[in-house]
Antibody, heavy 118, light 108 residues
Framework: EVQLVDSGGGLVQPGGSLRLSCAAS????????MAWVRQVPGKGLEWVAN????????YYVDSVKGRLTISRDNAKNSLYLQMNSLRVDDTAVYYC???????????WGQGTLVTVSS | EIVLTQSPGTLSLSPGERATLSCRAS???????LAWYQQKPGQAPRLLIY???SRATGIPDRFSGSGSETDFSLTISRLEPEDFAVYYC?????????FGQGTKVEIK
C-alpha cells in the first residue's frame, strides 16, 4: 500500500525557517518524481515544487523561488522541503504528493500545517 | 500560466440526484491532461479522474469525466452521502500545474 507521511510543520515567525519531511513507503521511491502542494486553510490548492527521480531537476512556483528548496534522500525514501525566509502568506497546509510522469498527483500525504505569524 | 475556472462555486443537491461540475481552461490542454480530485474536510485530495475521463483505481463508476480542449465536466450520476465534498480540476500538460478554485457539492 502506498503511504506518504508528512511531518515538520509548526508555528514560525516571519523570516524564520522550517524543514518539512515526507516519508514514503509501499512503492519504489527512486523511480518517481515527487512534489509539494500547499493549501491555505479554506482556500484552493497550489503546486509548490517538484523534483525528479535522482534530484537533478527541480522546479518551483515563482512565489517561492530562492526561499524554498525541495530535495530527496532515496536511501531513506524521503522527500524534504527546506523553507527559509518564511512570509505570512506561506501559511498553509503542505502536502507531499507522488508525481508520476505525464499523470496527475496520484497519492498524497495527510498534510502538515505551517503557520507563519509573529 | 493556464487558468482553470470552475462553475458553479457551490452546488446544492439532495442524495440520489445527479451532479454536473464544469471546468474551463484558458487555453487548450487536449483531453489527456485534465484531472479531477475530491477533497473532504481535514483530508488530503483524492484523485478521481485523469486523462479527462479515466477513473483512478477504486473510484466508483457513478463518477465520470468528459470534455476536451478547453471545456471539461465531472458528473456524479447519483449522489451518495459520502460524495458531498469539494471538487477540484487540475491541468498537468504545462508547468506550473494549476488547479481550479473548486466546486463545493453540499447537501440541500
Amino acid at each position: 500500500e502506498v503511504q506518504l507521511v508528512d511531518s515538520g510543520g509548526g508555528l514560525v515567525q516571519p523570516g524564520g525557517s522550517l524543514r518539512l519531511s515526507c516519508a514514503a513507503s509501499g512503492f519504489t521511491f527512486n523511480t518517481y518524481w515527487m512534489a509539494w502542494v500547499r493549501q491555505v486553510p479554506g482556500k484552493g490548492l497550489e503546486w509548490v515544487a517538484n523534483i525528479n527521480q535522482d534530484g537533478s531537476e527541480k522546479y518551483y512556483v515563482d512565489s517561492v523561488k530562492g526561499r524554498l528548496t525541495i530535495s530527496r534522500d532515496n536511501a531513506k525514501n524521503s522527500l524534504y522541503l527546506q523553507m527559509n525566509s518564511l512570509r505570512v502568506d506561506d501559511t498553509a497546509v503542505y502536502y507531499c504528493a507522488r508525481d508520476p510522469e505525464r499523470l496527475p498527483f496520484d497519492y498524497w500525504g495527510q498534510g502538515t500545517l505551517v503557520t507563519v505569524s509573529s | 500560466e493556464i487558468v482553470l475556472t470552475q462553475s458553479p462555486g457551490t452546488l446544492s443537491l439532495s442524495p440520489g440526484e445527479r451532479a454536473t461540475l464544469s471546468c474551463r481552461a484558458s487555453q487548450s490542454i487536449s483531453s489527456r491532461y485534465l484531472a479531477w480530485y475530491q477533497q473532504k474536510p481535514g483530508q488530503a485530495p483524492r484523485l478521481l479522474i485523469y486523462g479527462a475521463s479515466s477513473r483512478a483505481t477504486g473510484i466508483p463508476d457513478r463518477f465520470s469525466g468528459s470534455g476536451s480542449e478547453t471545456d471539461f465536466s465531472l458528473t456524479i450520476s447519483r449522489l451518495e452521502p459520502e460524495d458531498f465534498a469539494v471538487y477540484y480540476c487540475q491541468q498537468y500538460i504545462r508547468s506550473p500545474r494549476t488547479f481550479g478554485q473548486g466546486t463545493k457539492v453540499e447537501i440541500k
